[in-house]
């Protein structure tokens, strides 16, 4: 709260961009081991939000991670469309991704395994992800 007289100078302000150097995570054994930065970040941010199911764990807020569980025993073509969307939509909450492009999916029984393009400010990478459907 501003007290009362007083003023924000927005004129004489400078945008600055955030560091996204964080802790490298070794999945197979668990733990951190040093950092990393730019596309190795995003590259790790996007693997964690495709990993954690949206709204199961409460150290997250609501707009991280994905909803894929709900997806199972569905129609295929609702399925398609509700996969590009839902990922779309989890990894742009991270400012760091422009978008999601070059889609290919594939349902085979229950498994639907989805190809796309990562496309970040830092640039471009593949990425994958099965999900039960």
Request: net charge negative; glycine share 6%.
């Amino acid at each position: 709260m501003i007290p009362a007289g007083g003023s924000i100078d927005t004129q004489n302000t400078e945008t600055t961009t955030q560091p996204s150097r964080t802790w490298r995570l070794d999945f197979d054994r668990g733990r951190a081991a040093g950092t990393i930065d730019g596309l190795d970040a995003v590259r790790q941010a996007v693997t964690k939000i495709l990993q954690t199911e949206r709204f199961r764990h409460i150290i997250y807020d609501a707009d991280y991670g994905v909803e894929l569980a709900n997806l199972v025993g569905r129609d295929p073509v609702f399925v398609q469309s509700e996969l590009r969307r839902r990922i779309t939509e989890a990894l742009t909450q991270d400012d760091r991704v422009d978008s999601v492009t070059d889609f290919q999916i594939n349902i085979a029984g229950d498994t639907a395994t989805v190809r796309f393009t990562v496309v970040s400010s830092f640039g471009s990478f593949q990425e994958e992800v099965t999900a039960r459907v």
